[in-house]
């Protein structure tokens, strides 16, 4: 059986176990925080996480595993057939990654973990935002999914970055990030009242106190 590896309040593991889900496929969560430690580091070679620990080794990296399973699981295909249509739910998910959640990844200590940032940072992640949300919206579809009529792995990455941006914007910069990007709210709610999603979210609560607890002891 499949092993993910990764920590349920993580959204880069929860776009991976969605994906799982959606597929029907079988596996085994194993709670793995990001370590440096030599044992980890066998496992994944930057020491982070998600994991997926399959019969024959380890993959990391999120979009890496996203393609793997999908090629592998006998379920709803989360990538195209034809080329350049995979190409463009690639490409959505880059860019949302590189455009939204990395921005937005900056603000965490202060939103989240009780930290500061500086005000040169929130300004950069301010503009970057704006400018990521202007992107997305060039290129996204919402009919009704990201990509066009089907879900896809494209979709995984949105609803697990979109929402956390979103909620930093709003709470730094008064900035209404869902607006500048007309039909991401009705799919995010769409995707929300998925079976997949709402069991994300369950182990997501349920792992959220464990996970703050890591983060206070420093480990």
Do not use: W
């Amino acid at each position: 059986m499949l092993k993910l590896h990764g920590f349920s309040a993580s959204n880069y593991v929860n776009m991976v176990k969605f994906a799982l889900l959606e597929k029907g496929m079988a596996f085994e969560q194993v709670n793995d925080y990001p370590s440096q430690e030599a044992s980890f580091l066998d496992i994944s070679p930057m020491g982070k996480v998600p994991v997926l620990e399959t019969d024959q080794g380890f993959l990391a990296e999120t979009n890496v595993i996203l393609e793997y399973i999908d090629e592998t699981g006998e379920g709803p295909a989360l990538y195209p057939a034809d080329p350049f249509q995979r190409a463009q739910v690639k490409e959505l998910a880059k860019l949302i990654e590189l455009y939204i959640e990395l921005p937005a990844r900056r603000c965490y200590p202060e939103v989240f973990f009780g930290g500061k940032v500086s005000d040169e940072t929130k300004q950069q992640t301010r503009d970057a935002l704006i400018k990521g949300a202007a992107a997305l919206k060039r290129v996204a579809k919402f009919d009704p999914f990201v990509a066009g009529a089907q879900l896809t792995a494209a979709d995984a990455v949105l609803l697990y970055s979109l929402d956390l941006a979103a909620g930093i914007a709003g709470k730094l910069f008064d900035l209404d990030l869902l607006a500048e990007i007309p039909g991401s709210k009705a799919l995010l709610d769409q995707l929300n009242q998925r079976g997949s999603a709402r069991q994300v979210d369950e182990e997501r609560k349920a792992g959220m106190a464990e996970f703050m607890a890591h983060v206070r002891g420093g480990k």
